[in-house]
């Protein structure tokens, strides 16, 4: 991993770090508005909020997207982004902050492990596999929730989609601002849900002040932080650290929500970060 730049005082590795801490205390503070606002209530403000910082800072305008195609591709975007959001933090609702990004973050993993269609890609699968089963295993409160188990696999797989969905943009415009819109139609798409359950406590001062930290944190800190960093390291040492999220997602989860996890998803968390950083390091991988 490369030092920091020079003229730089933060070296990209703890650029990173910040970057997944950040996210995960965003999700932290989600939680504690869930009992406010409501989970759906929470997304669409989140998403409203984000939408507002990203158009001021990305200098967006009325003709961002102008072909057909590449704005089908946009709204598409959007429509799994808003889809990804409730699953994820429904499921944050029912489970630990780290099992719930555990198994989120299967999502982007099998992206990267069936990419390449590598024999030994196989042994990472089935170690990721076998970590999400044990963090589906009874934690230190009883039995976890099967809803919140689905809902999470629900967001891996919304993520995964995301991501495959937005290399296919990639390889028609360099124009980074279609986040924009796919942000402030991700937030369309949540507002009826959001009116329908949460109605005048989104208008609550604490309320929006929360849901705007929360946007803060996970789209301005977080995005920046992790962009500035990918262009200061390799793309290998990048990945690894990003690697350690489903961790630190469970550290935060004890120091902030108080949630303890069982030994079983400790070892579940462990493997499905094994499994991230064994694909990276795997020869063939740049």
């Known amino acids: ?46 998403l409203l909020f984000a939408a507002v910082v990203l158009a001021v800072v990305m200098r967006v305008s009325p003709h961002t997207v102008r072909d057909r195609a590449t704005l089908g591709l946009v709204l598409l975007i959007g429509t799994l982004l808003a889809l990804h959001h409730l699953a994820f933090y429904a499921a944050v609702d029912r489970l630990p902050l780290g099992v719930a990004v555990t198994i989120e973050f299967t999502g982007p993993l099998a992206i990267a492990l069936f990419s390449t269609l590598r024999p030994r890609g196989l042994l990472w699968a089935g170690l990721a596999a076998v970590g999400v089963c044990l963090t589906a295993l009874a934690d230190t409160k009883g039995p976890v929730s099967t809803a919140g188990v689905l809902l999470a696999a629900g967001a891996a797989v919304t993520w995964g989609g995301y991501i495959l969905v937005s290399s296919a943009l990639g390889r028609r415009t360099d124009d980074g601002r279609w986040l924009t819109v796919a942000t402030a139609w991700a937030a369309l798409l949540t507002l009826p849900a959001a009116l329908a359950t949460s109605g005048t406590r989104l208008l609550d001062p604490w309320v929006l002040l929360g849901c705007l930290g929360v946007a803060v944190l996970c789209e301005v800190v977080s995005y920046s932080l992790q962009n500035d960093a990918l262009r200061r390291m390799p793309a290998q040492g990048f990945s690894i650290l990003m690697s350690l999220e489903p961790a630190v997602a469970a550290l935060l989860g004890l120091l902030i929500l108080g949630q303890a996890v069982s030994a079983w998803q400790i070892a579940g968390i462990a493997a499905v970060v094994l499994a991230s950083i064994g694909n990276t390091l795997a020869p063939g991988r740049e």
């Not at 003229?7 to 995960?24: H, N, S, Y």
């Not at 999700?27 to 759906?40: D, I, Q, R």
């Open 1 to 46: 991993m490369s030092d920091a730049a020079p003229g730089r005082g933060v070296p990209p590795t703890l650029m990173v770090l910040g970057g997944i801490v950040a996210l995960e205390l965003g999700a932290a503070l989600a939680k504690l508005l869930f009992p406010l606002a409501g989970v759906a209530g929470v997304v669409a403000l989140r």
